[in-house]
Every structure is written in C-alpha cells, then in structure tokens.
C-alpha cells in the first residue's frame, strides 16, 4: 500500500512568486486535505478536496488555492508569496469523503521558504 | 469553535518513567479527540483517537488516552518512556461542520533522557 507522497520535499522561492506543491493520496483514499504549519506551531486546515470540489476552507486569504484531479492526487497553489507563507505543507489523506472518525494519513510534507 | 489546548510546550522525562501529556479540549458538543506525534522532518503519524466508543483509548506504541468530561481533558500516557518516544505530540479535534478537518494544539515537544 502506497502511502502519502508529496513533492518537492524543499522549495526556495522569493516574495511575490508563486508556487505549486502536489501530493498523492494514499490508495483508495479519495479526499485530500491541506495544513500549514508554521515553526513551532501546530497544523492549520487550509482546504480540503472531495471529488475535485473544495470541501471546506479554513482561514486563508484566496491567493491559496488548489486542485483534484480524477486520480485524487492533488496540487496546492499560493500566488504572490510572503515571508509569512514560509512553513512545512502538510498533504493528508482520508477515506469516505472525510466523514467523522476516517483518520487522516499525511505525507512527509514539503518545506517552503521564501525569502 | 472547537479547540485544544496543550499544557507545556516542552516536556522532559527519563527514560523507563511516565509520560503524561496534557491536552484540554473546548466542544460545546461530544468531540472527536485525536493525539499525532511528528518525528523531526516528517509527517503525522496517527497515536490514537476518541470516538466515544470507551473512554480509555488504546493507541500505538504503548500510548493511552483517557477522556474525561467533567475536566474537559484528553491527556496522553505512557507508562514507560522510551529513547524512541522523543518526538513532537499534537492533540487535536474535529472542527465544527464536521468531516475530519482537524484543528490542532500548539503541540508538546517530549524529550526522553538517560
């Protein structure tokens, strides 16, 4: 069973730019969520997808954005960088439409910097 | 909105003692509890979670929970500590609208002496 994978694993970029981060879900999962977490703090939700709809948005200026595709893998997008988006990206995948009690499976994550 | 709160962003213990890691929620309604630990550069990994089945959960690698009401509480233990256990813990529950988006504590970074 193959489990969450995201790439790059490390990304430099500088303000204003944009980025794409992708993730794969875990087989047979067909929802994948999205966390930031910054230094030293704990994850937060960014957006969940389910069957390439957004399915839930935390509190994120729209410059973040992301995709599902067919397959359940997934991209997210942030367009003109700031130094706060500086963070591990968290991918995690779910079963059943991310109902109550389907746990969460994450990836490695991918490291962002932006200077 | 659902939260957790984690007691101690910093816990250290020797190695064969207990582990407590304290965790209290805030619902207005039953929670769906969870307890993750993240080993340096990597993931979440999923110790175990509430569910109101039992209140005494059962989880990976000698972790328990116990979820007690009347304190609003979910604290992490383990009766004896291992080199292998340091790592960061995060509590966290299920948000309000429900699914699984979890929010998450601040986490408790466990340091495990000899």
């Known amino acids: 069973e193959t489990g969450v994978t995201q790439s790059p694993t490390h990304l430099i970029k500088t303000r204003g730019q944009q980025v794409t981060l992708r993730c794969s879900s875990q087989?047979?999962?067909?929802?994948v969520s999205w966390y930031q977490q910054a230094l030293g703090q704990g994850p937060q939700f960014i957006f969940q997808?389910?069957?390439?709809?957004?399915?839930g948005r935390g509190n994120f200026p729209p410059r973040f954005s992301g995709l599902q595709f067919p397959n359940y893998s997934s991209e997210l997008n942030v367009n003109a960088l700031e130094l706060d988006d500086s963070a591990l990206y968290l991918c995690?995948?779910?079963?059943?439409?991310?109902?109550?009690?389907?746990?969460?499976?994450f990836g490695n994550g991918t490291r962002l910097t932006v200077t | 909105a659902q939260s957790v709160t984690q007691l101690g962003s910093h816990v250290s213990v020797s190695e064969g003692a207990l582990v407590l890691l304290r965790c209290n929620y805030s619902?207005?309604?039953?929670?769906?509890l969870f307890w993750y630990v993240q080993y340096p550069n990597q993931g979440l990994q999923l110790l175990l979670k509430?569910?109101?089945?039992?209140?005494l959960v059962k989880g990976i690698n000698g972790f328990e929970a116990e979820f007690k009401k009347s304190e609003t509480s979910f604290h992490l233990t383990k009766p004896s500590a291992h080199m292998s256990d340091a790592a960061e813990y995060f509590c966290?529950?299920?948000?309000?609208?429900?699914?699984?988006?979890?929010?998450f504590g601040t986490g408790t970074q466990l340091k495990v002496e000899l």
């Open positions: 997808y389910y069957r390439e709809e957004e399915n």
């Open positions: 509430y569910t109101s089945a039992a209140t």
């Open positions: 619902s207005s309604v039953p929670p769906y």
């Open positions: 087989s047979g999962h067909n929802t």
């Open positions: 966290a529950v299920i948000s309000t609208g429900g699914g699984n988006k979890l929010t």
């Open positions: 995690a995948s779910s079963p059943r439409g991310g109902t109550n009690n389907s746990p969460l499976h």
